[in-house]
Structure formats: structure tokens, C-alpha cells
């Protein structure tokens, strides 16, 4: 919970600097304070995200609150949990689907996956799904992995930051709208559905595990990963954030692994990591 001295020292604070189109009190100082305080009660490093963007998004949501300035707004979080949960769900954004931007998976399956499975010679190959939200991902890469080669129990971990959302992951069902590209023959092989959702077939399941990750904060693995896709998690990161995650995710890939970003990123200096560009959204750590 934020405390409770929040409300004080943003009261303190003087606006200064208003964005376009956010009335008065939406001011720099104000959020300085707003962000400092929230970074310590709920770990959310809003500091790296990108100020101006969210800065933005928190008075939209300030507002739809009722609320007509920052200080407002950390008294409604601080004395309502459901508020709070509101800002977290916005601030961590979970949207997902299975199969997001298909010809990218489908890139995915017919050159990366099988060659990385042919490095592994029939042994499994172990793929990290970071900021994995609701599962989506991890078990759409469990699917292609399944369809390549079933006889091997490949793994991948999904991670997010958020502890709800991998609750969610844990106990998979998806609705139609996650769905919409996994084909009727894919939802038929890989899928029960029940009452209009989905859940993952136990060869899915038993392939897939989720555990917390922060990649902002946290301490990355070495040389683990055969396979990493870090999706639609950095857009909202500065530029210097963006680089301390690819450089950890370079870390954690195993020489030879390969890195899928999201369908409108890139990573601005790949050489400087050490990455190879494969192709576009897929890079590769030497061998
Ligand atoms: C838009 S979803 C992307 C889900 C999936 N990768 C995809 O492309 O469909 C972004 C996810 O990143 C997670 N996230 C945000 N900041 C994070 C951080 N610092 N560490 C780990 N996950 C984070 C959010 O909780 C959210 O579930």
C-alpha cells in the first residue's frame, strides 16, 4: 500500500511543466513524487518507463477517478484496494493472445524452432517466454514445439512481473478472442474447450511452467535459454532500460540461442550487445 506521508509530500509539491492537454495540477513535481513513493510500496519501477507517455496514462486515470490532480489520485489508491489494483492492471498492461501476429510464429516454426531443435539433437530445448502475461505465448511456442516433434518434452518457462496475472497463467483458460488465430484443426489437437473457453491440453500443460520475473530488477540467468521472446513488454521503457533488458536477455541465451521481440520492435544496437540480426524481430547470440 502506498503510505499514507504520500499525500503529504505531494501536497508539498508545486506543479510545474503540464503536459498538452492535462489540466493544472497533472504537474512534474507532483508525479516526481507520485513516482518515487509508488516505486517503493508496490516495486512498479516507474522510472523507466517512459515519463511523458505515463505520466499521461496515470492522468487518465486520475481523471476517469474523479480525481483532478496526482495528489488526489494517491489518496483514492491509498484508500481503496480496488483502485489500486485499476492503476496496477494499467500500468502492467496484460493484453495477449495466442498466435499474436501469426506470420511471425509462423517464421518462428519454420526456421528458428527447427533449427534450434536440431542443435539439440533430440533433446529438449528450453525457451523463455519474459513478460509472459496470462500464458498466451508460452503456450503457443509449447504448440509449435509439440507439432514439430511430440516425442520430446521441451520446456518453457513464461515470467512477468506481475503475480496475479501468473495466477491467471496457471490456471489457463482462454476466451475466444484469445483465440481467434489458432485454427479449428489446432484448437481441435491442442485444446478441451468448455462452455465457449479453452484450455491447454495436459501435452501443453506439462510443458509449460510460469514463475515471478522482474526484468528491471531482477538477476538474469546464464547461458539458459535456447529460445528467449521478450514481446510487447519494452515498448513502454526508456531507451536505457530497453538496453539493460536485451543485454540480460543476451546473458541468459545459450551461444547459438536466438531472441523474438515484438512484431514493431528492434533492438537499436544489437551489434553493441552482440547480437546477430537474423532477420527482422529475430536476433542471435554467436555461437
Ligand atoms: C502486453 S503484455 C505482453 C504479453 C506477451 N509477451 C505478448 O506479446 O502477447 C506485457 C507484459 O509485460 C509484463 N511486464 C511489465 N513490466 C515488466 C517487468 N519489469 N518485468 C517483467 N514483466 C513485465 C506485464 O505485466 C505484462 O503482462
Redesign the pocket.
Known amino acids: 500500500m502506498i503510505q499514507p506521508s504520500l499525500v503529504n509530500q505531494l501536497s508539498a509539491g508545486t506543479s510545474a511543466a503540464v503536459l498538452p492537454g492535462l489540466s493544472a495540477p497533472f504537474g512534474e513535481v507532483d508525479f516526481a513524487a507520485f513516482q518515487k513513493r509508488v516505486e517503493l510500496s508496490t516495486r512498479i519501477?516507474l522510472s523507466e518507463y517512459k515519463s511523458d507517455q505515463m505520466r499521461r496514462r496515470i492522468a487518465t486515470l486520475a481523471e476517469k477517478s474523479g480525481c483532478k490532480s496526482f495528489v488526489e489520485y494517491a489518496r483514492i489508491i491509498e484508500q481503496d484496494s480496488t483502485a489500486l489494483s485499476a492503476f496496477l492492471d494499467r500500468m502492467?498492461?496484460?493484453?495477449?493472445?495466442l498466435m499474436?501476429n501469426p506470420d511471425r510464429f509462423d517464421e518462428l516454426a519454420k526456421f528458428a524452432l527447427p533449427e534450434l531443435m536440431a542443435r539439440r539433437k533430440g533433446t529438449p530445448i528450453s525457451v523463455w517466454?519474459?513478460?509472459?502475461?496470462y500464458g498466451?505465448?508460452a503456450y503457443t511456442v509449447a504448440m509449435l514445439l509439440h507439432e514439430l516433434d511430440p516425442t520430446v518434452q521441451h520446456k518453457v518457462k513464461g515470467?512477468?512481473?506481475?503475480l496475479a496475472?501468473l495466477a491467471k497463467a496457471d490456471r489457463p483458460t482462454f476466451t475466444p478472442a484469445d483465440m481467434l488465430n489458432v485454427s479449428p484443426a489446432r484448437r481441435e489437437t491442442h485444446f478441451h474447450e468448455l462452455c465457449g473457453s479453452y484450455q491447454p491440453k495436459m501435452h501443453l500443460k506439462s510443458r509449460v511452467r510460469f514463475s515471478q520475473?522482474?526484468?528491471?530488477?531482477h538477476p538474469y540467468p546464464n547461458a539458459e535459454y535456447d529460445l528467449v521472446?521478450?514481446?510487447?513488454?519494452v515498448i513502454y521503457f526508456t531507451d536505457d532500460a530497453k538496453d539493460r533488458i536485451y543485454r540480460g536477455l543476451f546473458q541468459s541465451l545459450k551461444p547459438g540461442g536466438i531472441l523474438f521481440v515484438?512484431g514493431t520492435e528492434r533492438i537499436a544496437d544489437h551489434r553493441g550487445i552482440g547480437f546477430e540480426s537474423l532477420r527482422p524481430f529475430f536476433y542471435r547470440k554467436p555461437l
Open positions: 519501477l502492467t498492461i496484460n493484453v495477449t493472445e499474436r517466454s519474459a513478460g509472459c502475461s498466451a505465448e515470467t512477468d512481473l506481475d496475472i520475473h522482474d526484468l528491471l530488477a521472446l521478450c514481446r510487447n513488454v515484438g
